[in-house]
Structure formats: structure tokens, C-alpha cells
């Protein structure tokens, strides 16, 4: 059974940190792209941040210089570190796996809030 686990979610004040980590367990992290999206009230669901299995990485525009996503094979985990959040942060983050291979085969966890408040 294949499984994602968002975590370090939570309320925080403008300019603050949090690191939000995605455990996955049942696939092969190494031929999984990794990805974090999230989804405001109203919103679509977007891409924040991505590493492919190749090493790249991406981010979005909105986010670069202040999001920091990392990998970390030996515990099947991917982290987001996220700094100086700003009001247009806040949403509802998700992990996403896509196997490299298969654009059919990938998976979703169930999401962490994040709030950016005063």
C-alpha cells in the first residue's frame, strides 16, 4: 500500500519558517519524481517545487529564493523548507510522487495547511 505523510504544517507570522516533510512508504523513491503543489480557497492546485530523479530542480517563480526542496533517499522523505512566507502563501500543501516511467502511476498525499497570519 503506498502511502504519503505531510507534516509541519501550521500558523506562522509573516517573514517566519516552516519545513514540511512528506514520508512515503510502499514505492521505489528512487524513480519517483518528487513534488510539492499547493491549493488556496478557490483555487487550482499548483506547483510549488520538484525534483526529478536526475537531480533537477524546480521552482516556481512565486517561491524561488525563499523555498528550499530536498530529497532524502535514504529515508524516503521529501522536505520543503520554507522561509520568509508571506501572505500569499497560505494554502493546503501536497506531496505528489510520479514515477519517472509512468505518467499514469503517481500519488497524492493528503495534505498539510499552512497559514501566514499576524
Known amino acids: 500500500q503506498v502511502q504519503l505523510e505531510e507534516s509541519g504544517g501550521g500558523l506562522v507570522q509573516p517573514g517566519g519558517s516552516l519545513r514540511l516533510s512528506c514520508i512515503t512508504s510502499g514505492i521505489s523513491f528512487s524513480i519517483y519524481t518528487m513534488g510539492w503543489y499547493r491549493q488556496a480557497p478557490g483555487m487550482k492546485r499548483e506547483l510549488v517545487a520538484q525534483?526529478?530523479?536526475?537531480?533537477?530542480?524546480t521552482y516556481a517563480d512565486s517561491v524561488m529564493d525563499r523555498f528550499t526542496m530536498t530529497t532524502d533517499d535514504a529515508k524516503d522523505t521529501a522536505y520543503l523548507q520554507m522561509d520568509n512566507l508571506k501572505p500569499d502563501d497560505p494554502a493546503v500543501y501536497y506531496c505528489?510522487?510520479?514515477?519517472?516511467?509512468?505518467?499514469?502511476?503517481?500519488?497524492w498525499g493528503q495534505g498539510t495547511q499552512v497559514t501566514v497570519s499576524s
Open positions: 525534483i526529478h530523479t536526475s537531480g533537477l530542480i
Open positions: 505528489k510522487a510520479l514515477h519517472d516511467y509512468d505518467i499514469g502511476d503517481y500519488y
